[in-house]
């Protein structure tokens, strides 16, 4: 039990949708990150929300976007649903300081996009 | 480019021997490192972390990781495999405190035999 929350677990959209998923990350956690998994790979990094910033990004367009909001929620929106965006969606959270720290990850949101 | 590799697909072991999953990393600098293991459909569970120090790291479920420096490893192990170890096994690296932008390798499936 990692006290991280995904929601929904299971998403079905057409392409063209947009869709937003939903995480709850740890009480006092300041950085909630985001990562797509397809099948078969290793997660690969969306971006990174620091105190309700975005302060890091990976190879992902820009119909990918977040927020991050005071109370420990965050949210992932797509826009424009590709085929290729069927994946699992992982939310981690974690407390960043100077010793360094690790993600606690949730369980996912798994997406198929027909 | 930072890259984090993990040369072995799919391994198979019979229930008791011992295991050993390889990680080698591509990073300018000696990165934070961590081990994560996933069941289906499920998230990431955190085994260990090696941040700085020992070089022999103890995790969860038994398992151990040893930092080599000069060989740009950071290898898992665990002396005696059960069944239910049987899961896929991600290694991992960000570059700091600070940061938290994980790089994943791509998986190495374990099977255990009974």
């Known amino acids: 039990e990692t006290g991280v929350t995904q929601s929904p677990t299971h998403l079905i959209k057409t392409r063209g949708q947009q869709v937003t998923l939903r995480c709850s990350s740890q009480?006092?956690?300041?950085?909630v990150s985001w990562y797509q998994q397809a099948l078969g790979q290793g997660p690969q990094f969306i971006f990174q929300y620091y105190r309700e910033e975005e302060n890091g990004r990976g190879n992902f367009p820009p119909r990918f976007s977040g927020l991050q909001f005071p109370n420990y929620s965050s949210e992932l929106n797509v826009n424009a649903l590709e085929l290729d965006d069927s994946a699992l969606y992982l939310c981690?959270?974690?407390?960043?300081?100077?010793?360094?720290?690790?993600?606690?990850f949730g369980q996912g949101t798994r997406l198929t996009v027909v | 480019a930072q890259s984090v590799t993990q040369p072995d697909i799919h391994i198979t072991v019979s229930e008791g021997a011992s295991l050993e999953l390889r990680c080698n990393y591509s990073y300018g600098a000696t990165p934070y490192l961590f081990w994560y293991v996933q069941s289906p459909g499920q998230g990431l569970q955190l085994l260990l972390k090696?941040?700085?120090?020992?070089?022999l790291v103890q995790g969860i479920k038994g398992f151990e990781a040893e930092f080599k420096r000069s060989q740009s490893s950071f290898n898992l192990r665990k002396p005696s495999v059960h069944w239910s170890d049987a899961a896929e096994y991600f290694c991992?690296?960000?570059?700091?405190?600070?940061?938290?932008?994980?790089?994943f390798g791509k998986g190495t499936k374990l099977s255990v035999i009974p």
């Open positions: 981690a959270s974690s407390l960043v300081d100077e010793s360094g720290t690790e993600a606690f």
């Open positions: 009480s006092g956690h300041n950085t």
């Open positions: 090696y941040f700085s120090g020992d070089t």
């Open positions: 991992a690296a960000h570059s700091g405190a600070g940061s938290y932008q994980l790089t």
